[in-house]
Each structure stands twice: as C-alpha cells, then as structure tokens.
C-alpha cells in the first residue's frame, strides 16, 4: 500500500508511520520530540518551508527507504550463512542491546508518571519488560549455541536434537511477537494522548522503531536462514 502524507498530519504521526522521516525532520530542524504534536502545515509555516516541496520529499524518501528494504531482504538470500550470521549479530543483536535498557528507561518513566491518567501504560510497562527478558536470553542461547552450531555444521546434516534448537527459537521469536502484539493492542497502534511531554512521545516512537526491526531480524532468521536446514 503506497503511503500519503499531508500537512494536517502530525509530526509526530509522520515519524510513527515513517521513522526514517525523523532524518528529515532533522535536516530541516523540526522538532519532532517536544514539537511532535503540531501539524507539518503549522511547523513549515514556522520554519517558512514550502509544504508541497517537503511533502515530495517525504514521498521520495519513503519510496527510497522502502526499495532499499526490499533489496536488502533479497540480497541475504544470497549470502552465505555464516556472513548472513554475522550481519544478524552485529544489526539486529546489536541494535537490541543498545535500545533495550534505553527504552527501558523511557517506558518506566513514562509509566510511573503518566500511569494514573493512563492505565495502559502499567500495562505497556510490564509487557515490555517480559519481553526484554525473553529478547536477553534468546540472545545469548543463539550466539553461544545456535549460531555456533550452524557455522560448524554448515552441509551438514543436523541430528533431531539440533533441529529442536531452530523450533525452540522459532516459538521464542512467536512468543516475542505476541507479546509485540498485545502491546501494539492496549496502546491503540501506539496512539498518543493530546499533550504527550516528550518523553512518552519519543518511548512510542522508538517502540515503533523496535518492532519494525524485530520484525525484519525474525525475517532474516526464520525464513532465509533457518529454511536452509529444517526444510
């Protein structure tokens, strides 16, 4: 489905459809934390910026950023396992360990200060540290028992107890899914209130940022890497 923007849009609804655009926003000097409830029209105007001029450019940039997905999801088809691997270590693994304690952070602020007027939120804060739990240790099992195990037996053919590894990932990456799911549910598609402070803006927006990468890191795994010995 192609994506629209306009300038009755907010800020921050642009960057919550469209994270790349916060590179943009960021060029251009538009706040999109503490600014991210006004609409494009008004932070142009503020900025004298010529809204159908920033409107294509938010359309090409999306359309660039959605071809570059796409061709890199084809090219690790391509890639030998343990490169593919190593790029889900460095990329995935990696962007996990930084963002987890920081959003961690973020939601239990958030939480703990907006939980009364907002129940959802203790609910949002206690799901998401399930899953930080869940994402921590399924981390590990692979990069100490999983992945090593694939590069050493790579041609190899794998014994019935080592293709219970692959299932047992699987059904973490479907548990960590759920749980992103039910998320997703309780915050209503991560809408935020009238007059979100900054913090609880940008928790959303980095949440939205986490799923999308959880989503291609689960890709990458279950179906170009793991198929290429369960199936």
């Known amino acids: 489905m192609k994506q629209t923007f306009s300038g009755s849009q907010t800020i921050a609804q642009i960057v919550t459809d469209f994270p790349h655009a916060a590179n943009l926003f960021k ?64 990329t995935h693994h990696g962007y996990l360990r930084q963002e987890l304690p920081v959003l961690s952070s973020f939601i239990t602020k958030v939480s703990r200060v907006h939980g009364e007027a907002h129940p959802e939120l203790i609910e949002l804060n206690l799901l998401f540290h399930q899953m930080k739990v869940e994402l921590e240790q399924h981390l590990i099992e692979e990069e100490e028992i999983l992945f090593p195990l694939i590069k050493r037996k790579d041609g190899q053919a794998f014994s019935p107890s080592e293709k219970s590894l692959f299932e047992k990932a699987e059904t973490e990456h479907s548990t960590v899914g759920e749980i992103l799911q039910k998320m997703r549910s309780i915050t209503q598609d991560y809408t935020l209130p009238e007059g979100a402070c900054g913090t609880y803006t940008l928790s959303f927006q980095k949440l939205e940022l986490l799923e999308a990468d959880i989503f291609q890191h689960v890709h990458l795994e279950n179906n170009i890497l793991f198929t290429r010995f369960t199936q």
């Open 27 to 90: 060029e251009f000097k538009i706040d999109f934390c503490c600014g991210g409830q006004q609409s494009l029209t008004k932070a142009l105007e503020q900025k004298g910026l010529d809204e159908e001029t920033f409107i294509q450019k938010l359309r090409t940039s999306y359309e660039e950023e959605k071809k570059r997905g796409e061709q890199q999801l084809t090219m690790w088809k391509l890639v030998p396992s343990d490169k593919l691997i190593d790029h889900i270590v460095h």
